[in-house]
């Protein structure tokens, strides 16, 4: 079978997993159609702003790409195919539940942030936890998502006067203006012409690979392994064991917490609660699309994963995949898009993160001095992140943000109780990323550097006591009174 027909397969899986899963999910959460949204019961014409469907769509499938499905995938391939299966069943189980839930809940809760919305489900205790959690990571996405695309922009403009740190300063530029303007006066116009040019590039790669004569290195045989040694053997040049490892690398496309700090943003522009599955649910399958993409072109590009890991860095490999499959103009195309993708996270990152501030402060917005008064030490404490090693940042960022899904997660299952009482769809995801995060914080160089055995013992003890924890609560989720009897402003 050609290799790229499992690519299309893989595609496949993630569409039906939309028309049949997704549904599913909208019907536990039980939509009105009918119930006023924030974006117009509480309009300000600075972030409460009503949109239509295919634009709210577009800006947030862009506020939660990021790098994370190009750069996160392609170190996710070291691990063999067992990634795309990561990829797929993620998004549909983990991904798709995270960013629909938690998108809908912050439409009842008024377009608030994760803070605001732990403060009304688990009680204060937890809410100045997960306020400073958030606000770290997006700092750190924000800061992230601007050495990437300035190191890339500045190989386009190699010999010229604008180098990194000329583009570092005009990213820093756009993301405070981004962050202060009114959300339809930038994003809401940009956005879209951005998020066309981003799927374009996606369909780019995909096609040349698809008449391309190349090789899916991960498919080939693997002596007496078998098929189930070719799939889920240990490919890892450094002999890495891909649980949990696979899982914190491979974070959007698959699961991002990140996104729980993106949908609030978009809680605030959607029309009508009916077009909460295709932007929230639809954005995250779209996003697995592209991590497929990028995950299936580093198995095949590449003959082997030491010749993936010789490589090196993540946009090298950006920069050498699109320039073989689509050419010098395609190549040059697609790199742009590559690089507007962290751009377009970043600046949501910090806009975000001023929102979050303002939900704890209580700070009116409507002000352009009030956001300025927020953004600009935002931006300063960004400025000096940006001279720490980008491998540190992101590690420190992959495993803050698989930590913030997993917060996220267990949120939803306990507001899916209060729906339909049907909490299992969340509270299973929750419960695996439970015992993925905390055997990789125990594991890992930046974490306490265990053994491999007692990490994955501490980290199912962990997953079980969370699970035991979160039903013995279960009847006090239940009968609280359901949020969706409040209109917007009531909460």
């Given at each position: 079978m050609p290799h790229i027909v499992y690519f299309f397969l893989a595609v496949l899986a993630l569409i039906l997993g939309y028309a049949v899963y997704g549904k599913v999910v909208e019907r536990v959460f039980h939509v009105d159609g009918n119930r006023a949204t924030p974006a117009l019961a509480m309009a300000d014409g600075v972030d409460y702003v009503p949109m239509?469907?295919?634009?709210?769509?577009?800006?947030?499938?862009?506020?939660?790409?990021?790098?994370?499905?190009?750069?996160?995938?392609?170190?996710?391939?070291?691990?063999?195919p067992q990634a795309l299966f990561w990829i797929v069943l993620g998004a549909i189980f983990a991904g798709g539940v995270h960013d629909y839930f938690f998108g809908m809940i912050s439409i009842r809760y008024c377009?608030?942030?994760?803070?605001?919305?732990?403060?009304?489900?688990?009680?204060?205790?937890?809410?100045?936890?997960v306020r400073v959690f958030t606000l770290l990571l997006l700092v750190l996405v924000g800061v992230v998502f601007v050495n990437t695309p300035a190191a890339l922009l500045a190989k386009i403009t190699a010999g010229t006067f604008v180098n990194v740190k000329v583009w570092t300063l005009i990213i820093f530029l756009y993301f405070i203006c981004a962050t202060v303007l009114p959300i339809n006066k930038l994003i809401g116009r940009v956005y879209p012409v951005f998020g066309l040019m981003v799927l374009?590039?996606?369909?780019?790669?995909?096609g040349g690979m698809a008449f391309g004569d190349y090789v899916f290195y991960g498919w080939e045989p693997a002596g007496e392994a078998g098929l189930w040694g070719r799939l889920f053997g240990n490919h890892h040049p450094g002999n890495l064991p891909a649980w949990p490892l696979m899982c914190i690398t491979i974070a959007c496309g698959a699961l991002s917490g990140f996104h729980a700090t993106q949908s609030p943003l978009m809680a605030r522009c959607v029309v009508n609660e009916r077009q909460g599955r295709p932007v929230f649910y639809g954005a995250?399958?779209?996003?697995?699309?592209?991590?497929?993409?990028?995950?299936?072109?580093?198995?095949?590009?590449?003959?082997?994963?030491?010749?993936?890991?010789?490589?090196?860095?993540?946009?090298?490999?950006?920069?050498?995949?699109?320039?073989?499959?689509?050419?010098?103009?395609?190549?040059?195309?697609?790199?742009?898009?590559?690089?507007?993708?962290?751009?377009?996270?970043?600046?949501?990152?910090?806009?975000?993160a001023r929102?979050?501030?303002?939900?704890?402060?209580?700070?009116?917005?409507?002000?352009?001095?009030?956001?300025?008064?927020?953004?600009?030490?935002?931006?300063?404490?960004?400025?000096?992140?940006?001279?720490?090693?980008f491998h540190v940042l992101w590690r420190y960022f992959a495993w803050s943000n698989q930590t913030l899904a997993t917060l996220t997660l267990w949120v939803c299952a306990a507001y899916a109780a209060r729906?339909?009482?049907?909490?299992?769809?969340?509270?299973?995801?929750?419960?695996?990323?439970?015992?993925?995060?905390t055997s990789y914080l125990c594991a890992a160089p930046e974490g306490f550097q265990m053994a491999y055995t007692p990490s994955v013992a501490i980290g199912c003890a962990a997953a079980a006591l969370a699970l035991g924890l979160f039903l013995r609560r279960l009847s006090v989720f239940r009968r609280d009174v359901p949020l969706e009897t409040a209109a917007p402003g009531e909460v």
């Open positions: 239509s469907m295919p634009k709210v769509f577009l800006i947030h499938f862009l506020n939660i790409s990021g790098i994370g499905p190009v750069f996160g995938p392609i170190l996710g391939t070291l691990y063999g377009g608030k942030s994760l803070p605001e919305v732990v403060d009304a489900i688990f009680g204060r205790k937890f809410r100045a936890l374009i590039m996606g369909l780019g790669v995909a995250m399958i779209m996003e697995g699309v592209i991590a497929l993409v990028w995950a299936t072109a580093g198995m095949t590009l590449y003959k082997s994963p030491e010749a993936l890991a010789a490589v090196g860095n993540p946009g090298l490999v950006v920069d050498q995949v699109c320039r073989a499959l689509l050419g010098p103009a395609g190549g040059l195309l697609a790199i742009v898009g590559v690089a507007a993708l962290p751009v377009t996270s970043g600046d949501t990152a910090f806009r975000a929102l979050l501030i303002a939900d704890a402060f209580r700070a009116p917005q409507e002000a352009i001095e009030s956001r300025l008064a927020i953004a600009i030490p935002l931006f300063i404490v960004g400025g000096v992140l940006t001279q720490v090693d729906c339909s009482g049907m909490h299992w769809v969340a509270t299973l995801p929750a419960t695996y990323m439970t015992a993925t995060v």
